[in-house]
């Protein structure tokens, strides 16, 4: 069995158009490596999107299944993004597997049983937790969580797949409690309104990198490295401005404009110079495979 | 509750580390020399970095009665402690059921692990766990019934 990419960026930036002149800059995003990942942005954010595409994108490198476990209300009533040029009638979309769970009693059922499953799963994707339960119920949360985790664990230990997992949520910044999620999550990727002017293509926004491990204090100029964690190898990332991308919703895709170093960021070109230059530049690297 | 602290965040890994080194240590010297008491210098290290849980954690394994319920296909595995009044579903290196986990442990991050907790590892290591074996799907109710999760 193939090593998983345990690069959760690569996933969630798979199914994006990508401007010409970014490409080489995503290659000095940090080398983020976590099994575990919380996904945290607003509803209408794009983060449903960026959750099926990083599904897809394990389903389609490991050519196994994924579960997707979501609320069929929440899936249907505002539909995700299919990755940039991925077909309606593309086979790996047969290799996701939706779950409709109502609330975290299903959820924790689900943990409970990962033990008993018999396919391998290239990943699992719980999307959007907070309409599965309420934030401020910590107690819930807590155990919720702690099952979800031991479930994972216990599956990834019996089937000896890698089996990433990625939980998103919809909680706002202020209300998120965010020292229950760093608990069970090394890695938080957070997807905020980018500052300036919506344009004519509609409100980017910002895809940054967090997290507990985000957050530790490096010696000037020392580069992210791995290092044993709990529950694994997991990277460490430079204090100071987050790395990230930042990215904007145009026609039915998304467009990933800007990348973030920590410390600095690198844009393609000015947001008003692409309008009608699709095909006029070289072209725009997909990264959906 | 408390807010994010990403410098107890960075203890709490530096000090599960360390736990896990003194553990194995531990370990070896019971696989080596089984019924083995805990050695002097492990047990300052483990109180050290437990603090007064330590204490705590050694007087429940004393009280017996930790069993690991173990899934004979899956070797999954959910630990049960008896507390004061009730048993405690115990992941011993991230959840407890009881009260003490929900808010000195992750509301106030007062320490690393609960008596619970720290207990399954000691009793785990001196051999002092009474082993369940059950069907996987006996283990799915389990973990699901009997109160569940807590």
């Known amino acids: 069995m193939a090593p998983a990419d345990l690069n959760p960026l690569h996933g969630l930036l798979s199914g994006m158009e990508v401007e ?43 050519n196994r299944p994924v579960m997707f476990l979501c609320r069929q209300d929440g899936l249907e009533g505002s539909m995700p993004l299919l990755p940039r040029l991925c ?41 959007d937790l907070s309409s599965l339960l309420r934030i401020d119920d910590r107690n819930t949360l ?6 979800l985790l031991e479930g994972v664990r216990s599956y990834r230990a019996a089937s000896g797949c890698e089996c990433p997992l990625l939980v ?49 204090t490096q010696a000037s100029g020392a580069q ?16 100071g401005q987050s790395a990230g991308v930042t990215y904007r919703l145009v026609d039915d895709h998304f467009v990933l404009e800007r990348v973030h170093e920590a410390g600095r960021g690198v844009a393609a070109r000015q947001a008003g110079a692409r309008e009608g230059t699709h095909g006029a530049a070289a072209a725009p690297v997909q990264l959906f495979l | 509750m408390s807010g994010y602290d990403p410098d107890a965040a960075a203890t709490a890994v530096s000090i599960t580390r360390a736990g896990d080194a003194c553990f194995a240590e531990l370990e070896e010297l019971v696989e080596g020399n089984p019924g083995t008491d805990i050695p002097d210098d492990i047990l300052a290290s483990l109180h050290l970095l437990f603090g007064k849980n330590l204490a705590k954690a050694l007087e429940v394994v004393d009280a017996g009665g930790i069993t690991a319920h173990v899934g004979e296909r ?71 019934g009997e109160g569940g999760v807590g």
């Not at chain 1, 990962?114 to 719980?126: E, F, G």
């Not at chain 1, 990727?189 to 985000?214: D, N, R, W, Y």
């Not at chain 2, 929900?102 to 051999?127: F, N, P, T």
């Open chain 1, 20 to 62: 010409p002149g970014v490409g080489a800059a995503l290659e000095r995003l940090p080398d983020v490596t976590s099994v575990d990942t919380m996904l945290c942005g607003a509803t209408a954010s794009g983060r449903s999107s960026l959750a099926l595409h990083f599904a897809l994108h394990h389903a389609a490198t490991a």
């Open chain 1, 87 to 127: 077909a309606s009638d593309n086979p790996c979309l047969h290799l996701l597997q939706l779950k409709y769970v109502r609330s975290y009693l299903d959820i924790q059922r689900f943990a409970a049983c990962m033990h008993l499953l018999q396919t391998p799963l290239a990943a699992l994707v719980v999307e």
């Open chain 1, 142 to 147: 807590v155990r919720t969580l702690a099952m």
């Open chain 1, 168 to 216: 998103t949520d919809s909680t706002d910044e202020s209300r998120r409690p965010r020292y229950i999620f760093d608990r069970w999550f090394p890695l938080t990727l957070a997807i905020s309104a980018a500052a300036g002017p919506s344009g004519t293509e509609g409100q980017a926004f910002v895809l940054s990198v967090g997290g507990p491990l985000a957050s530790t």
């Open chain 1, 224 to 239: 992210s490295r791995p290092h044993e964690g709990a529950e694994g190898p997991v990277s460490v990332q430079p204090a």
């Open chain 2, 74 to 144: 899956s070797g999954r595995t959910v630990y049960k402690v008896p507390g004061r009044g009730d048993v405690y579903t115990v992941f011993p290196s991230h959840y407890c059921s009881c009260q003490s986990f929900m808010y000195d442990i992750v509301g106030r991050g007062e320490a690393v692990y609960c008596k619970h907790q720290l207990a399954v590892r000691l009793a785990s290591v001196l051999r002092r766990v009474a082993r369940a074996p059950c069907s996987d799907q006996d283990l799915a109710r389990r973990l699901l």
